[in-house]
């Protein structure tokens, strides 16, 4: 299956966003979380709204894209999104609220971190949100929307970055490499030295 040249490919990622960026009224973001699915850490949601020019090349869906290139977007993208702002939530809480109702909390955080008004929101996949904005779920939508896509790779990045710093403090978990997600390292670790402060207890269960 032959790949779409470059500047093809962006137009499409950019045409749910373009009937938002047409109005006048409508001050348009993207909205994505990452780290649902760890053992370990945060779960991380970014807001960000993305002007419809310049558009960023090579801006795609976080999981589709290297970690180099990643880091090298991210850079762009927090340089040139008219604003951002990014919603944590913590694994005690996680715990404490289970995982969906953390990730809602992640995306009311982010949303009222912003430091623009933003009337619409484009979101992967939630529903429903505690927000005061005009909500467009798209499934898979980090694939489907630049803005989303925007929002997803700043998202991963800062998690990364955060679980990076986390495994300076906890090597035997290898989080610098897996950041929190259940590989058969990480879970042969977690059973040999049990549990470390940023691990999910919801989650780890089965494992210790």
């Known amino acids: 299956m032959s790949r779409l040249p470059e500047r093809e490919r962006l137009a499409k990622l950019c045409e749910p966003d373009c009937a938002f960026w047409a109005k006048e009224d409508v001050v348009l973001a993207g909205m994505d979380e990452v780290g649902r699915g760890p053992l370990a850490g945060p779960v991380v949601v970014c807001c960000a709204a993305m002007p419809h020019e310049p558009l960023i090349e090579r801006v795609n869906d ?3 894209v290297g970690e180099t290139r990643r880091e090298a977007l991210y850079l ?19 715990d404490e609220i289970n995982i969906l109702e953390a990730t809602k909390n992640a995306f ?3 949303f ?3 430091p623009i008004p933003v009337t619409d929101v484009l979101i992967d996949a939630m529903r429903n949100l ?3 904005a005009r909500q467009h779920p798209l499934v898979h939508g980090d ?3 630049y803005s989303i896509a925007c929002a997803s790779i700043i998202a991963k990045v800062e998690r990364d970055r955060y679980m990076i710093g986390q495994d300076a403090l906890y090597p035997q978990y ?3 490499k897996n950041k929190g997600y259940g590989t058969a390292e990480h879970i042969a670790a977690l059973r040999r030295y049990g ?4 691990h999910r207890r919801s989650f780890i269960r089965s494992f210790v």
């Not at 762009?76 to 996680?94: C, F, H, R």
């Open 195 to 198: 549990p470390c402060p940023i």
């Open 143 to 145: 694939a489907l929307s």
């Open 174 to 176: 290898g989080f610098a």
């Open 108 to 110: 009311r955080d982010a």
């Open 76 to 94: 762009m993208l927090t340089e040139t999104a008219l604003g951002y702002a990014l919603g944590w939530v913590w694994p005690d809480v996680i």
């Open 62 to 64: 976080s999981k589709k």
């Open 112 to 114: 009222a971190a912003m």
């Open 130 to 132: 505690d927000i005061p």
